[in-house]
Structure formats: structure tokens, C-alpha cells
DNA sequence: AAGAAAATATACCGATCGGTATATAAGCCT
DNA sequence: AGGCTTATATACCGATCGGTATATTTTCTT
């Protein structure tokens, strides 16, 4: 039986909800119900478990959308499964309170370069899937030449991210339902030919 | 001389940045150069102090928006102060690490409620301050009747978080700048009549 | 200048922190 | 079953945590 990967399971959420950094030991152990032997027996430190934490929280979260845009045969439908994704996106990461990329760039910035690092590789990944994704547009001519991709990428990453943000500061996932439809209209609207 | 004021205005961008909850004695005592009996002398405890260091960094970096918009004759200006406020926003909000709300709404969640609620209570307001400014608009009909307030402003506050989240994730405050752009061209083709 | 009052510094408290060394238990091989 | 290896639990480490009691300094009053 795999234990890393069953701390790893339990440690997760925990590690997103009290902090990368404010989780303790003790609240690890607690949520594992194995002792500190164990879980020093499959992870090297703290550290070391809560990167391979932000992974896991981040394999849940994120990639599966990453996968998702890659098997769409074009732009809009990648758009569109960006925007569909982000509609459920409250209820997919609420067990593990909240989006992990916006927890951990908030909370590491001044604390733990290491993570903030990786966070913000991860941002500007998801930034340049949407830029690659609207050239595309432009290239095959589903959306118009006259825009500049990266201007309306960061819009859009904006309204998702602050969106997300809200959903979760109201307990509310009416914020992202607004603002995925606003983001549709705003394709629709200024971006298709 | 008044060291309670003092020390918080050492004290507001420590926590700011190390967290509300993740900044410890000792990060204040070096912050100010002052002891810990100083700090006690003048504040209960550390989470008396966390709180009055987040109003006091609300006090640099929100107060003054809603200050301003209260001065604005009607609907339009305010909307034009909201937007051209948060252009600036990078740079006001630097030195303290980011967007107080922002921080403390993702740090305290799960942690502290009593700062939580706060943060969450702030948050309302700002978005009950949208609705309440595109209400005004409407009577005065420089706005149209047809759209809900509600939504939009919902995605207006979703597009201000989310970009100011990004600039500071990417050190980049373009991301403000293009989300404002955006917010502005929302206003006059949508909603203006 | 002397003494009282207020504010700051120092010294210390038990609890908890992350981490490790050792002891115990579980699984595997023959 | 017996012995070996691997994995988990226990016991302990120094350091630091938030907080307090006391000592010292500073400020104010007269």
C-alpha cells in the first residue's frame, strides 16, 4: 500500500486551507491519523511535502483543464471549455478550500520563494495557453486580426482569477457563473470575425 | 509621542506580507526595533494588533477609493474615479505587499474567522458600492434600465481583484491597467445609454 | 531636584514548532 | 517459524512561539 500517496491525499486539503506555510506538523499528522515517523519516512521535510502537496491540489485543480483544451480541435472550443470549466470550478476545488494557484501565490510572495516560484510559473503558463489559443484564433480566422492577444489574455485570466477569488470570499459561485458568461459575450462580442 | 501609532504603521506591511496569522513577534519586534513589552504595553495581543494593522493598511489602500467616489456628482465620475484609482493601484499597495483585502481574505479563511469576517465584510461593501452606483446611474439615466446591477457588478469587482491578484503574482501592473481598459469599454458599450 | 506615574526593556513561562534518533511493529524471504 | 528488511511509532532535541511578571528607564508633577 502506497502511504505517500495517502498522506499526500489527506495533506492536500490542509496544506490549502491553513497555509503552505501555516500548516504544522501537528495539524498534518492529525489529518492523517499516522504519526510524524511516518510521514518523515516518505517526505524529506515540510517543504518538500508541501510542494508535492501544491502538485497533487494542482492536478485536481488545473491540469485537467490543460488536458481538456488540448484534445479541443480549435480556438472557440477551447475557449469555450476554458469558460465551462470555470463554471464548475466552485465545487471542484470547495473540499480543498479554494483555488491553490491563488492561495499559494498569495501566501508564499514574502515568505517562500521556492513555492511563490512555482506559482507564478503556473500563472504564466495558463497566461500563455490563452494568448497561443487566441492566435490560433487568428491564424485558422475564427477570431478577428485587429486585437492584441496577450491585452485580452490578461483580461481574461483577470476576470477567472478574480472571479474565482470572490466565489469563495461570498461563498458564492454566482461570481464565476457572471464572469465566465461576461468573458463568452466578450468573445462573442470583440474577438469573433 | 505616540508609539501605538508608530509601531503599527511598522507593523501594517509585516503583516501584510508574512500574514496576518504567519508574522510573529519576532518579525514585529525587528520591524519596529521595539520590544515585546512595548508592544504590549500598547496592544492586547498579537490578533488585537493584526486587526488594527489591517485597518490601518484598508485606511492606505481602499479608504481613499470610497472617499473619492463620494465626492463624484453622479454615476459616470464614479465609475471613471473606480477604475482610474485602481491604475494606480500597483504602486500604492506595493511597499505593503498587495492588496490588503486580497490577503487577508485568502489568509484568514479557514484560520481566523474573526479576520475573515472582516475582509468579507469589507468586500460587501465594495460590491454593495457597485450596485449601488449603477442603481444611481440608472435613475439618472446616464445608464440603461435593461441590465442587472447585481451581475455587473459582480464582474467589474472580479475583474478588479483578479488583475490586481495578477500584477502583484507577475510583478507586472499592466495587468491593472489593461483590466481597467476593459472595465472602461464594458461601461461605455454596455451600459452607458 | 525629588518622587510618583507611565512606558519600555528584560527575563522568564509553558506550549508548540520542525526535525531526528531510537524503538517497535509489519511485511517478506527461505 | 525464524531472521532480515522496511516502515511506522515513540521519545526526545534545541529553537521559537505567544504571552506575562518584573525590572528598569523615561516622563511628568511639584
Redesign the pocket.
Known sequence: ?D??AYILEKVAPIFNKRGYIG??????TAAT??????I???F????DLAIKAFNYNLRKAIYPLFDLISKQPDALTKLKVVTDYHRGHYERVADMGGCPMLRVSSDTQHTNPLLFDKAQRLSQTFLNGLIEILNEGKHSDQLRQDFDSMTYAKVILSMIEGATSLAFTHHDESFLAVAMDSIDMLIEEKLKT
Open positions: 500500500m502511504t505517500a500548516a504544522s506538523l501537528s495539524d498534518l491519523g499516522m504519526t510524524k515517523g511516518a518523515y519516512g516518505n524529506s521535510n515540510k517543504e
